[in-house]
């Protein structure tokens, strides 16, 4: 009697199964075509994108090679090309290139493309900050130290990012400004500083030593 119960209840599990395969079988299927279909245009997405970032990595790299090599017209040309259609990071990188570039041309308007880069809301807070660092390191030989200190304090405070270089800019330029005072206050900071790297540490001590002696050095 158990085995005739048990052949009628596996009978009545088949004909309850079969009736619901035939019910809802084509949404199983829709549902795992679905699936692979998902997966599959998601790893075709993830191939363009990388084909994508290694097209405009090629890119950068023409352009800097073309920077190398004297030809810093088509380096511009590529460089801007890349900061107007490639994606976000690169589009970036571009940029911060191109003010590197154009500086060393045309100092003033290397310091406006790194102060249109650092007051750009969609470039990441921290590279803004960089972007200030740079403008202020082409500014040391020319801007007064209440000009560099206007911008560049700031990113000197203890929880900034960039302190270190931003601590050696305000030195310098103090100390550019025979503001002696300022000077050994900001390398002070430095050296004190237990983050500093040790080739940053040096330059402040020695640049500590020569205000001690009273002796800066003349600009050329």
């Known amino acids: 009697m158990t085995d005739i119960f048990q052949e009628v209840s596996e009978d009545m599990r088949r004909e309850r199964a079969q009736k619901l395969w035939a019910k809802y079988g084509n949404y199983v299927i829709g549902a795992a075509a679905a699936v692979v279909l998902g997966v599959a245009a998601f790893v075709a997405y993830q191939r363009y994108e990388q084909q994508q970032a290694d097209a405009q990595g090629a890119r950068f790299q023409s352009a800097v090679a073309l920077a190398q090599a004297g030809?810093?017209?088509?380096?511009?040309?590529?460089?801007?090309?890349?900061?107007?259609?490639?994606?976000?990071?690169?589009?970036?990188?571009?940029?911060?290139?191109?003010?590197?570039?154009?500086?060393?041309?045309?100092?003033?308007?290397?310091?406006?493309?790194?102060?249109?880069?650092?007051?750009?809301?969609?470039?990441?807070?921290?590279?803004?900050?960089?972007?200030?660092?740079?403008?202020?390191?082409?500014?040391?030989?020319?801007?007064?130290?209440?000009?560099?200190?206007?911008?560049?304090?700031?990113?000197?405070?203890?929880?900034?990012?960039?302190?270190?270089?931003?601590?050696?800019?305000?030195?310098?330029?103090?100390?550019?400004?025979?503001?002696?005072?300022?000077?050994?206050?900001?390398?002070?900071?430095i050296i004190t500083d237990k983050d500093v790297p040790a080739s940053l540490r040096q330059r402040a001590e020695m640049m500590l030593q020569l205000i001690a002696a009273d002796q800066p050095f003349k600009a050329s």
């Open 71 to 189: 030809k810093t017209a088509d380096a511009a040309a590529t460089l801007s090309a890349l900061a107007k259609d490639g994606n976000a990071g690169y589009q970036t990188l571009a940029r911060f290139r191109l003010a590197a570039e154009t500086a060393t041309d045309k100092l003033a308007d290397g310091i406006k493309a790194y102060d249109t880069l650092a007051a750009d809301p969609s470039v990441d807070p921290l590279l803004q900050g960089l972007a200030k660092i740079r403008a202020g390191y082409l500014m040391v030989d020319s801007a007064s130290y209440a000009d560099i200190a206007a911008r560049i304090e700031p990113l000197a405070a203890a929880d900034q990012p960039w302190r270190h270089s931003a601590r050696e800019i305000l030195g310098l330029s103090a100390w550019k400004a025979k503001d002696l005072t300022n000077a050994a206050k900001w390398y002070q900071a």
